[in-house]
T-cell receptor
């Protein structure tokens, strides 16, 4: 079945350091992929999305992600993290229905930022 | 920026009682969704709704669950007779159109606690 896997449950990073969150997908065709962020007590906010075209996607808050078909990956990166980036991050793949689509989420990666 | 709003933010209910979770999608959106996240687990799709009917539902969405758009602005999830295992965070989402290039916008969620 189509799905995404986030291998890292928890990552701790120092403020100002770079961050990379891994996402691997299992999908027969070209997947449509999203990254969402969930800050404590908040809902899911869309960071970026990939549908087709340029494999390097820019998102909000200084995040980017790169789609690599050869590795079945869609990793999220940020060059320099801020304390406010501490949150849980979810990768999701689109599963198409007859009229619309649903999202299948990964288990999430919790990011802790230390001073 | 328009938001999806959910009320209440936290609902505590006795097992066996009925509960209604409320959502106000973004005003020009036509597709509506409910997801849930049991503590420590991934976000799971429950149901999608378009044109006043269910488009798709997951195995979780059994006869105890129902959705309704009672007026032009609200979208509700009803659990008829709650069980302990219904305790979770419930997220409402909406999108302008059903195409996958239209991202789903999520509310902040309702935390449902069943006693």
């Amino acid at each position: 079945a189509q799905s995404v896997t986030q291998p890292d449950i928890h990552i701790t990073v120092s403020e100002g350091a770079s961050l990379e969150l891994r996402c691997n997908y299992s999908y027969g065709a070209t997947p449509y992929l999203f990254w969402y962020v969930q800050s404590p007590g908040q809902g899911l906010q869309l960071l970026l999305k990939y549908f087709s075209g340029d494999t390097l996607v820019q998102g909000i808050k200084g995040f980017e992600a790169e789609f690599k078909r050869s590795q079945s990956s869609f990793n999220l990166r940020k060059p320099s993290v801020h304390w406010s980036d501490a949150a849980e991050y979810f990768c999701a793949v689109v599963l198409f229905g007859a009229n619309d689509y649903k999202l299948s989420f990964g288990a999430g990666t919790t990011v802790t930022v230390r001073a | 920026e328009p938001e999806v709003t959910q009320t209440p933010s936290h609902q505590v209910t006795q097992m066996g009682q009925e509960v209604i979770l409320r959502c106000v999608p973004i005003s020009n959106h036509l597709y509506f969704y409910w997801y849930r996240q049991i503590l420590g687990q991934k976000v799971e799709f429950l149901v999608s709704f378009y044109n006043n009917e269910i488009s798709e539902k997951s195995e979780i969405f059994d006869d105890q669950f129902s959705v309704e758009r009672p007026d032009g602005s609200n979208f509700t999830l009803k659990i008829r007779s709650t069980k302990l295992e219904d305790s979770a965070m419930y997220f409402c989402a909406s999108s302008e159109m059903g195409g996958s290039n239209q991202p789903q916008h999520f509310g902040d969620g309702t935390r449902l606690s069943i006693l």
